[in-house]
Nanobody, 122 residues
Framework: QVQLVESGGGLVQAGGSLRLSCAAS????????MGWYRQAPGKQRELVAT???????NYRDSVKGRFTISRDNAKNTVYLQMNSLKPEDTAVYYC????????????????WGQGTQVTVSS
């Protein structure tokens, strides 16, 4: 079993910054992709950014140039630095990880964090 624990959410004014962290623990041999998703009230969950174990990144267009995803493989932790925040960034942010539980595992398993609220006031 794997647990993802997020931290760093909160209330910030438009134009401000927040840094989210997500630490994975449990039965982990390696982690492939890690990512951040968000869900605003009444909307579907959407991808914000992903990062592979090799460091390749992908962002949704609306956050490019403002958000930066990074990871520390030794700590099984992924970060999301969010700058120039806008009210439309308000959502619950969820961490996601694709985990191989042991050496030689034929498949990876997907896990989600419990979510952390980000609120941007205008």
């Amino acid at each position: 079993q794997v647990q993802l624990v997020e931290s760093g959410g909160g209330l910030v004014q438009a134009g401000g910054s927040l840094r989210l962290s997500c630490a994975a623990s449990g039965t982990i041999f390696s982690i492939n992709a890690m990512g951040w998703y968000r869900q605003a009230p009444g909307k579907q969950r959407e991808l914000v950014a992903t990062i592979t174990s090799g460091g390749s990144t992908n962002y949704r267009d609306s956050v490019k140039g403002r958000f930066t995803i990074s990871r520390d493989n030794a700590k099984n932790t992924v970060y999301l630095q969010m700058n120039s925040l806008k009210p439309e960034d308000t959502a619950v942010y969820y961490c996601n990880a694709e985990v191989y539980p042991f050496l030689g595992s034929p498949t990876s398993y997907e896990y989600w964090g419990q979510g952390t609220q980000v609120t941007v006031s205008s």
